[in-house]
């Protein structure tokens, strides 16, 4: 299975060499948090791992997801949330130490508002800190 990040550096590949024409089939675009120019020791690592990256490779690693099917993604109903919900336990509470209780408020949308609402701190401190 291609790891998420050699993903993320096949199509900032392909989006640099110009026209994705016949390279992607859909919009396909990675959400990054930084610039990618930030990480030349990851592509240096990838290289040395995958190979070189260039056009052909790029439209190899990006071919797997061509014709896939859509029949194991779920509609987000109120029965799968919650299904999606239970299924945070284990890594919440059993390997994080977090409480029931913090996994419960994660239940009520006002927790994610407020976590939303953080973003415009956090974004003012990761600017004030690289400057």
Aim: positive net charge; without cysteine.
């Amino acid at each position: 299975m291609m790891k998420p990040v050699v993903l993320a550096i096949a199509l900032a590949y392909v989006s640099a060499a110009g026209s994705t024409t016949g390279v992607l089939e859909t919009d396909l675009k990675p959400q990054t948090t930084d610039a990618f120019d930030r990480y030349p020791s990851v592509l240096q690592r990838l290289s040395r791992e995958q190979g070189p990256m260039n056009r052909d490779e790029a439209r190899r690693r990006l071919s797997i997801f061509r014709g896939q099917k859509s029949d194991w993604i779920l509609e987000g109903t109120r029965e799968v949330r919650r299904r999606w919900h239970n299924q945070k336990y284990f890594t919440w509470v059993e390997q994080q130490g977090k409480t029931v209780d913090d996994l419960r408020a994660q239940e009520d949308p006002a927790y994610w508002i407020s976590h939303q609402e953080r973003a415009a701190v956090i974004d003012r401190r990761i600017v004030e800190r690289r400057s």
